[in-house]
């Protein structure tokens, strides 16, 4: 079993920065590809971005590249997410996943197919 623990979520102004943790225990995440997702109120859970285990593949979500930053230290256990210029609609649950199967052609946003979920951060951004 693999537990998750997001941290950094806070209230910011739009255009700050925050730097969202995602801490491991239990078992080493060095294998495993792993992601972020947030689900604003009344709308559906979405991936905003994923890494593959070794960092060599990424996705980002169109509503958040070129100002998020997905990272992953496996030194650490640890996963990060860099969010820069913030927006309103940035606003949500922020929480992090691992996915156990490594896949060949990349990775995965779909949250059915992660299998380790972290309780969420909120972060909320005012106008």
């Known amino acids: 079993q693999v537990q998750l623990v997001e941290s950094g979520g806070a209230l910011v102004q739009a255009g700050g920065s925050l730097r969202l943790s995602c801490a491991a225990s239990g078992r080493t995440i060095s294998s495993y590809p792993m992601a972020w997702f947030r689900q604003a109120p009344g709308k559906e859970r979405e991936c905003v971005a994923a890494i593959k285990w070794n960092g060599g593949s990424t996705y980002y979500a169109d509503s958040v590249k070129g100002r998020f930053t997905i990272s992953k230290d496996n030194a650490k256990n640890t996963m990060y997410l860099q969010m820069n210029i913030l927006k309103p609609e940035d606003t949500a649950v922020y929480y992090c996943?691992?996915?156990?199967?490594?896949?060949?052609?990349?990775?995965?946003?779909?949250?059915?197919?992660?299998?380790?979920w972290g309780q969420g951060t909120q972060v909320t951004v005012s106008s």
């Open positions: 996943a691992a996915d156990v199967i490594d896949r060949t052609w990349g990775v995965t946003t779909r949250k059915g197919d992660y299998d380790y």
